[in-house]
């Protein structure tokens, strides 16, 4: 579908979380339609395709995107792309697992800088320590790491399937990182199903997720009769105890699509909320508006440049070494999630 002004306005009329990004006018998209045009050209000339995360600006999102998702969507679409070139607009570490999977192809990241606060707080050097610290145990780290700390361990996850890989994989010890919260939460679903398992963790988090309250969500109940709670699992147990349903991002916004009900709160990060406003523009979306400012650092300018002539930054390379390492790290991630 071609995107023209008035659809992108369309889209963007309804998004109302968190004011600096969402005060869309007319008039504003009007200036983005050269950028978005541009992309598009660019997109056709080199045979590009572009990868979009949930957590990004609503402005690129709709104009842009090819395919938008969760991580691990995403990576599953890198990994099946018959594109020349990804253009993966997120955080740098997603655009990374883009290129472990796909080395023969150019992988862009127009966002050079959009780190994450989980990914930042670890290197290879300190998961080899760890290793021989736990010398017995298997290393099962987030997605949410870079390409050397993903070499160094044995399992990727993400949030969509860390429960159901941590309860397949077959050694009862465990090490998880980086996410020290995720770690709980897998290990308080361990204790309710009844499986023995050793699970000891990192001490990471999210600087967005770690912050919600079990409190607000006591009080959101009391005032919004019958609203569904939905979670992310980078939240802390307290959070992810109270509740409905916890997931990855597009699982939430899974959620939402079938769910019978029609108001909603969700604790994660505020561009989640947006899309939901917009796509399902009948239910009611109770808000906090929490924002990553790595995904949100973002733009359609940035996109253009990143295609057109690329910095050393915007591409990704992996020495082939780490890359095989960390290749098996993910490839066993598909492996657990799709048996
Ligand atoms: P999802 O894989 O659920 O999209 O999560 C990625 C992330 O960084 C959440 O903060
Ligand atoms: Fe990282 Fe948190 Fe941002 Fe997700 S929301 S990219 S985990 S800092």
Excluded at 123 to 152: S, W
Aim: aromatic share 8%; charged share 25%.
């Amino acid at each position: 579908m071609t995107v023209t002004a008035e659809s992108l306005y369309e889209k963007l009329r309804h998004y109302k979380v968190g004011s600096p990004l969402c005060e869309f006018n007319r008039e504003y998209c009007e200036r983005l339609l050269p950028y978005v045009r541009r992309i598009e050209e660019l997109k056709r000339e080199k045979n590009a395709i572009v990868l979009a995360h949930n957590y990004i600006a609503p402005e690129i999102l709709y104009s842009v995107a090819d395919v938008t998702g969760d991580s691990y969507g995403l990576s599953k679409k890198a990994r099946e792309s018959s594109a020349d070139v990804i253009v993966f607009i997120a955080v740098r570490f997603m655009v990374e697992t883009a290129k472990i999977l796909n080395p023969g192809k150019t992988v862009l990241d127009p966002n050079p800088d959009g780190g994450c606060t989980l990914a930042d707080s670890i290197n290879a050097g300190i998961v080899r320590n760890l290793r021989k610290e736990y010398p017995d145990h298997t290393f099962v780290c987030y997605i949410n790491t870079t390409a050397e700390v993903k070499a160094e361990c044995d399992v990727c996850v993400t949030s969509s399937n860390v429960y159901k890989i941590v309860e397949s994989i077959e050694n009862d010890k465990i090490y998880f990182l980086p996410d020290k919260l995720m770690a709980q939460n897998v290990l308080a679903y361990l204790k309710e199903k009844n499986i023995d398992k050793t699970l000891d963790y990192y001490d990471g988090t999210c600087y967005v997720h770690e912050e919600y309250e079990p409190e607000s969500i006591d009080f959101i109940r009391q005032n919004n009769e019958g609203v569904e709670i939905l979670v992310h699992p980078e939240c802390t147990p307290p959070v992810v105890g109270k509740a409905d349903y916890v997931g990855s991002t597009t699982g939430m916004l899974e959620h939402v699509r079938h769910s019978q009900n029609n108001s909603f709160f969700l604790l994660t990060e505020c561009g989640l909320t947006g899309i939901l406003q917009t796509e399902f523009p009948d239910k009611k979306f109770v808000g906090t508006c929490t924002m990553c400012r790595y995904m949100k650092s973002n733009s359609l300018p940035e996109i253009v440049s990143t295609l057109e002539n690329p910095r050393p930054e915007n591409i990704i390379e992996i020495a082939p070494d780490v890359r095989e390492r960390a290749l098996a790290c993910v490839e066993r991630m598909f492996h657990y999630a799709e048996k």
